[in-house]
């Protein structure tokens, strides 16, 4: 059982470039997330999911688009990477929207130049 | 609005003693409250959570977790670490309109540092 897959592991971008990043969940999830984590600011949250089709901005949002077109994917874009886009991302799901708690994927490490 | 304070960025601490990793929390919201663990170069583990009833909660590798409604604090706590304890460990409560969203605040951080 693979849970939460995040492609790829590493990334480094020039200023301008854009990218997306895959995360895949194989556990029939429906609730997705996508979180950045920066060295003592824990962990924010820039976009979710509650189902498929559905997408929604959170804390945040600034830069990123994504989309979810089937339940197991969720796709985070950069549409023009930013120095300030430099962090570690990750993934999670969710079973439900309140008690389950988050299954992570093992997280994308950008680094914009 | 919703927030979680962990009151310790680093906590060093020698094997096998004990240890207690500090979290503060204000919420409008019902209270579930969430401690993860992520080993170096590792996504988060879920370590244990609050959802009701015991106020102590038992978690993986030994820790347990306090719910403390009047502090509104939910503190870590293990006896006694070993150095695989090593990791960095995040406190985190439901966000506003969470009921729906499942959205998850984290707080910021506290790194256990096990030495020999």
């Known amino acids: 059982n693979a849970g939460v897959t995040q492609t790829p592991k590493f990334r480094v971008l020039k200023t301008g470039q854009s990218m997306t990043l895959l995360c895949a969940q194989d556990m029939n999830h429906e609730y997705m997330y996508w979180y950045r984590q920066d060295p003592g600011m824990g962990l924010r949250l820039i976009h979710y999911s509650v189902g498929e089709g559905t997408t929604a901005k959170g804390e945040v949002p600034d830069g990123y688009n994504v989309s979810r077109l089937k339940k197991q994917n969720f796709l985070l874009g950069l549409e023009s990477a930013a120095p300030s886009q430099t962090s570690v991302y990750f993934c999670?799901?969710?079973?439900?929207?309140?008690?389950?708690?988050?299954?992570f994927g093992s997280g994308t490490r950008l680094t914009v130049v | 609005a919703q927030s979680v304070t962990q009151l310790d960025s680093q906590v060093p601490v020698f094997e096998e003693a004990p240890v207690e990793l500090r979290c503060n929390y204000s919420s409008s919201v019902s209270v579930y409250l969430f401690w993860y663990v992520q080993y170096p170069n590792q996504g988060l583990q879920l370590l244990l959570k609050?959802?009701?009833?015991?106020?102590l909660v038992k978690g993986i590798n030994g820790f347990e977790a306090e719910f403390n409604k009047s502090q509104t604090s939910f503190h870590l706590r293990k006896p006694s670490v070993h150095i695989s304890d090593t990791a960095e460990y995040f406190c985190a409560v439901p966000g506003r309109g969470s009921s729906n969203t499942g959205k998850l605040i984290f707080g910021q951080g506290t790194t256990l540092q096990v030495k020999p």
């Open positions: 999670a799901s969710s079973y439900d929207a309140s008690t389950y708690g988050y299954t």
């Open positions: 609050y959802l009701s009833g015991s106020t």
